[in-house]
C-alpha cells in the first residue's frame, strides 16, 4: 500500500447500530478499512455479520451511527451543509460503488454466463455492449473461466458459477467487494477454486470484506480479522494475533470449534 493510498479509509463505520422491531442486531459496530485492505469477518450464526454488510450496501437502514464509503455516507449525500436522506437514484448511485456476493449465486438461469455479466454495465451504467463484452472477457479470464463465456449457469459447477457471480459483481468496478460465505453453499471439493480466485483479488489489491467460516483463508488472506459475538466486534487484528493467539473467551471458543 502507497502511503497516498493509506491515509483515508474507504469504509468508515461508526457507532453503527441496527435492530429489526425490539431485536437489537448490531450494538454499536466501529469498523474502518483501507483501501486495499482484506477484511475478513469470522463470528458465531446469528451474530450480525450478514445485517452489517447489508447495511454497508444500504439494503438495510441502520438507526444510529454512520457508515462512510468513499468519503460518502451511506443513504444521505450533503446538500448545502446539511445531510438529506438520498433517493432511490442515489442510493442506486452509491451501490454501484459495491459489489456484492452471495452464498447463493443467484445467476440468471435463462441468460448465458457473458450475458449474465454484461447485464449490469449495459442495462444500468449505459455502458456499450462493446466495451462491456471486452471488460467482461477480461473478468472471465481473471477468475478462469473464458472459454464458459457462451455457456449457461446449469452448464457449470457450483465452484464456476460462484465465480461468475465475482466476475459480475466486478463488472461495475466496484472500490469495494462484499462477500457473504461465498463458499458455504459449494460441495467441500469446490470450495478451494472459489477461495483461490478470492486471493488473487486481494493480491491485486482489490478493497474487500468477507464473511467467511473458512479460518485457512482468514489466515492467508486477511490483513486484518474481525471477530463479532452478540452485535459486537468482540476482537480485530491482524490473523496471527486474533487466530493464533486470541485474547477474549469468545474468540477462544469460537475458534476451538476449527481446531
Ligand atoms: P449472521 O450473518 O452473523 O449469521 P445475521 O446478520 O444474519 O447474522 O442475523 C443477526 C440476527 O438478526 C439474527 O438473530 C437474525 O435472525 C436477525 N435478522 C436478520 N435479518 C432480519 C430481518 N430482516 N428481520 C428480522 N430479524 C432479522
Ligand atoms: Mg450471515
Same mark, same amino acid.
Given at each position: 500500500m502507497t502511503a497516498s493510498q493509506s491515509q483515508k479509509p474507504l469504509v468508515e463505520a461508526r457507532n453503527v447500530h441496527k435492530s429489526f422491531d425490539q431485536l437489537e442486531v448490531l450494538k454499536g459496530i466501529d469498523l474502518d478499512v483501507m483501501p486495499g485492505e482484506v477484511v475478513v469477518i469470522l463470528g458465531p450464526s446469528g451474530s450480525g455479520k450478514s445485517t452489517f454488510l447489508r447495511c454497508i450496501n444500504h439494503l438495510e437502514a441502520i438507526q444510529r451511527g454512520y457508515i462512510q464509503v468513499d468519503g460518502e455516507q451511506i443513504g444521505y449525500a450533503l446538500r448545502k451543509g446539511r445531510l438529506e436522506k438520498l433517493s432511490p437514484n442515489g442510493i442506486a448511485r452509491q451501490r454501484r460503488k459495491i459489489g456484492m456476493v452471495f452464498q *447463493?449465486? +443467484? #445467476?440468471? &438461469?435463462?441468460?448465458t454466463v457473458l450475458q449474465n455479466i454484461i447485464e449490469a454495465p449495459i442495462?444500468?451504467?449505459? =455502458?456499450?455492449r462493446k466495451d462491456a463484452i471486452a471488460n467482461a472477457m477480461r473478468l472471465l479470464e481473471r477468475v478462469g473461466l473464458? =472459454?464458459?463465456? =457462451? +455457456?449457461? &449457469?446449469? *452448464? #457449470?459447477s457450483g465452484g464456476q458459477q460462484q465465480r461468475v457471480a465475482i466476475a459480475r459483481a466486478l463488472a461495475i468496478k466496484p472500490k469495494l467487494m462484499l462477500f457473504d =460465505? &461465498?463458499?458455504?453453499?459449494?460441495?467441500p471439493e469446490l470450495v478451494g477454486e472459489v477461495l483461490a480466485t478470492m486471493r488473487d483479488l486481494a493480491k491485486q489489491g482489490l478493497t474487500m470484506i468477507v464473511v467467511t467460516h473458512e479460518i485457512g483463508f482468514a489466515r492467508e488472506a486477511a490483513d486484518r480479522v474481525v471477530f463479532m459475538d452478540g452485535g459486537h466486534i468482540i476482537e480485530m487484528g491482524k490473523p496471527e494475533d486474533v487466530?493464533? +493467539? &486470541? *485474547?477474549?473467551p469468545r474468540t477462544q471458543a469460537f475458534l476451538s470449534r476449527f481446531l
Open positions: *447463493q449465486f +443467484n #445467476l440468471y &438461469p435463462h441468460m442495462g444500468i451504467h449505459g =455502458e456499450s473464458s =472459454e464458459k463465456a =457462451e +455457456n449457461y &449457469p446449469r *452448464q #457449470l =460465505e &461465498p463458499t458455504s453453499a459449494l460441495d487466530i493464533g +493467539n &486470541p *485474547q477474549h
